[in-house]
């Protein structure tokens, strides 16, 4: 047999062209005039069999340069992190793996309860009081967020670090313009932001802050003195953090925050050529019924036994289309799960341990890169991620580095001018002291 599967057989669409009384495919489109219709054979590959177009695909793929087989450096939002092997096993399971939208409670309370344990725990991680079931990912998050505060306000101005991530950043923008709400950079001053900026761009018409803890330089925000700036004049703070970070910093809520943000791909969720990923959405008690996507909330059956339910829906599917506050109708319970089982699989003491792997690695990695003459971009405590500036552009260094079997980090020229010529470096748990001494002495080779 060429073909695993055929979803019409020659009989299949002679009897459905009898039901509906057409003679052939082509009497369907009778109406459509000549001159209008494509008449030319379509400029791609002859269709081939199962085992040739395995081959085929087989081939390509073996191209691909991979975390594997390559010793990862490159981070900027999408991080090579331990993933637990039970995590593939239990979210590759029929009933999650399969399960949709859970409108039925009595026949979903697996994934429902797996979706109000990924509640509790990013609470936990934040030290927020109510977390959705998930969002598409980060920056939607982030952009929802600004929407919530802009609503909750009732004010039309976003004052947003130039710190935080850069696809984010370009998410806010799009929302905001639909929504005429305008959206103010704050510059950054010495890889974290600049506090008298900010100061100076919040004003009474200001909706909300925006910053990111660890930021997108990997530097550590000082959200104890950002948070006053940002409350001035009745606006919101907003935090995007790295969950995975938040093991071992103080939460934000500790600080103040009204929203926090983030992207759970570092629990779980593989890199995946950028996606799908898991964003999640914290608030505070105040804001929760204003809270974008669904929640699941636990409750009693008649019976008096536990049982989980949606609850505190608003978005325009459940209640009128103008009292909706968002148009998110749906969430990511597959890669939710993925997060659940990772931080249930590492528990608190682990999750804590890894994030401090990650701080020490990348502390070691940059004192390792100013030994070898390397020029720091930034100083200040740092998570798991810093900049370095080259002497050549960060793409020939990587593709240099590609040959002695490392993937280097990112350009951040190709997001900040100013920083032209400078890497982003990551270093998470999973790089080795041997691997990072070859990034090291690579790189430094390169600079002299």
């Not at 939002?77 to 409108?103: L, N």
């Not at 697996?110 to 030290?127: P, S």
């Not at 927020?128 to 998050?141: F, K, L, P, Q």
């Not at 799960?337 to 990695?365: C, E, F, H, P, W």
């Amino acid at each position: 047999m060429k073909h695993r599967y055929l979803p019409a057989t020659e009989q299949d669409k002679k009897e459905m062209l009898k039901a509906i009384g057409a003679e052939t495919i082509d009497e369907l489109f009778a109406d459509i005039p000549e001159n209008v219709r494509f008449q030319k054979d379509y400029r791609i590959k002859q269709a081939k069999s199962e085992t040739e177009l395995t081959r085929e695909l087989t081939k390509l793929a073996a191209k691909n340069k991979d975390a594997v087989t390559y010793a990862s450096f490159l981070g900027a939002g999408v991080y090579d992190h331990y993933q637990p092997v039970i995590v593939d096993h239990v979210i590759s399971r029929s009933e999650f793996y399969t399960a949709y939208t859970p409108y039925q409670p009595e026949i979903s309370q697996g994934e429902l309860q797996a979706i109000f344990e990924f509640q509790t725990m990013i609470c936990e991680l934040t030290g927020m009081d109510i977390a959705n079931s998930s969002m598409y990912d980060g920056g939607t998050a982030l952009a929802e967020a600004a929407m919530l505060a802009s609503g909750h306000t009732k004010k039309k101005k976003i004052v947003i670090s130039a710190a935080v991530h850069p696809e984010s950043r370009d998410v806010l923008k799009t929302y905001a313009k639909g929504q005429y709400i305008e959206v103010v950079e704050v510059p950054a001053k010495n890889g974290v932001t600049d506090l008298e900026a900010l100061e100076n761009a919040v004003c009474d018409e200001t909706a909300a802050v925006i910053v990111q803890y660890p930021n997108f330089f990997g530097q550590i925000e000082p959200l104890k003195d950002i948070e006053p700036l940002a409350h001035k004049g009745n606006s919101q703070l907003i935090v995007s953090s790295n969950p995975l970070a938040l093991g071992i910093l103080t939460p934000p809520g500790a600080y103040g925050a009204d929203i926090v943000v983030g992207d759970a791909q570092p629990f779980g969720i593989p890199a995946a050529f950028g996606g799908p990923h898991c964003g999640y959405f914290a608030v505070t008690k105040k804001l929760m019924r204003k809270v974008p996507g669904r929640l699941v909330g636990q409750t009693e059956d008649e019976n008096g036994r536990r049982g989980f339910v949606l609850t505190l829906q608003a978005r325009e599917q459940h209640i009128r289309r103008d009292k909706a506050t968002s148009n998110i109708c749906s969430n990511q319970a597959l890669n939710a799960l993925a997060a659940s089982v990772t931080m249930t699989a590492l528990g608190k003491n682990g999750v804590k341990d890894m994030a401090r792997q990650n701080i020490l690695k990348a502390d070691y990695a940059r004192r390792q890169a100013e030994k070898a003459g390397l020029h720091v971009a930034f100083d200040g405590p740092i998570f798991n991620e810093f900049a370095v500036r080259l002497n050549l552009p960060v793409k020939e260094a990587n593709r240099r580095l590609l040959q002695d079997g490392i993937i280097g980090g990112y350009d951040l020229g190709l997001a900040y001018p100013e920083l032209n010529q400078h890497m982003l470096i990551a270093v998470t748990e999973l790089r080795t002291k041997e691997e990072i001494d070859s990034l090291i002495a690579g790189l430094g080779d390169q600079h002299e």
